[in-house]
C-alpha cells in the first residue's frame, strides 16, 4: 500500500533564509506526488506535482520539489522564505485517491 | 477558472437538524470528492462521484448523505449529526479519476459546528 511520511511536524525559518520540508513515500510502481498549501481557514492549492516527466519540478510561489527515486523523497523547496509563506503543507500521493502525509506546519520568523 | 466554490461558509446545526453543503465546479471536470478534515490534520475522503456516479464511499456513516445532480453540482445532505461531525469541510474536482495524475482542485470549504 502507498503511504507518504512527512518528517517534521513543525519548521521554523528566519524569513529570507532556505525553506526545506521533508516527504518520504512509500510505493510499488512510480508514484504520483503533490505538494499542496492551505493557509489558515482555507481549502487546498496546489503548488506543484510530479508525473514522471522531469524530476525537479517548479510550482507556484517560487517553490520547487525534486523527486529522488533512490531515496524515496520529494522534498520541497524554496530558496528565500517570505512571512507569507506561513501555512500547513502537504505532500500526497495518488493512486486511486490521495494519499496524504500528516503535514508540516511553517513558521517564518521575522 | 480553476475555481471551486462551496457554501455556506460557516453552518453551526443543532444534533436534529437537516442541512445541506453545497459545491460547484465549472472547469468542465468529470470527478468530484467530499472531504472532512479536523484540526491539525489531513483531509480524510469520504466519497468520490465519477461521472456523476459514487464511485467510492469510505463507509462513512448514512448521516451523511451525497448527491451529484449533474457535472458541475455536488451537494452534502446531513442529518441527525453528533458533535464529533464538526470539521472543516472540503470539496475538491479533477479531470476525471481515470488517471491518478490529475490533480485535484479544492474549494474553500465549509466550516460545520454540531452542537
Known amino acids: 500500500a502507498q503511504s507518504v511520511t512527512q518528517l517534521g511536524s513543525h519548521v521554523s525559518v528566519s524569513e529570507g533564509a532556505l525553506v526545506l520540508l521533508r516527504c518520504n513515500y512509500s510505493s510499488s510502481v512510480p508514484p504520483y506526488l503533490f505538494w499542496y498549501v492551505q493557509y489558515p481557514n482555507q481549502g487546498l492549492q496546489l503548488l506543484l506535482k510530479?508525473?514522471?516527466?522531469?524530476?525537479l519540478v517548479k510550482g507556484i510561489n517560487g517553490f520547487e520539489a525534486e523527486f529522488k527515486k533512490s531515496e524515496t523523497s520529494f522534498h520541497l523547496t524554496k530558496p528565500s522564505a517570505h512571512m507569507s509563506d506561513a501555512a500547513e503543507y502537504f505532500c500526497?500521493?495518488?493512486?486511486?485517491?490521495?494519499?496524504f502525509g500528516s503535514g508540516t506546519r511553517l513558521l517564518v520568523r521575522p | 477558472d480553476t475555481e471551486v466554490t462551496q457554501t455556506p461558509k460557516h453552518l453551526v446545526m443543532g444534533m436534529t437538524n437537516k442541512k445541506s453543503l453545497k459545491c460547484e465546479q465549472h472547469m468542465g471536470h468529470r470527478a468530484m470528492y467530499w472531504y472532512k478534515q479536523k484540526a491539525k490534520k489531513p483531509p480524510e475522503l469520504m466519497f468520490v462521484y465519477s461521472y456523476e456516479k459514487l464511485s467510492i464511499n469510505e463507509s462513512v456513516p448514512s448521516r451523511f448523505s451525497p448527491e451529484c445532480p449533474n457535472s458541475s453540482l455536488l451537494n452534502l445532505h446531513l442529518h441527525a449529526l453528533q458533535p464529533e461531525d464538526s470539521a472543516l469541510y472540503l470539496c475538491?474536482?479533477?479531470?476525471?479519476?481515470?488517471?491518478?495524475?490529475?490533480?485535484?482542485?479544492f474549494g474553500p470549504g465549509t466550516r460545520l459546528t454540531v452542537t
Open positions: 510530479y508525473t514522471s516527466a522531469a524530476t
Open positions: 475538491a474536482s479533477s479531470q476525471t479519476t481515470g488517471g491518478s495524475h490529475y490533480e485535484q482542485y
Open positions: 500526497a500521493s495518488s493512486s486511486y485517491k490521495l494519499i
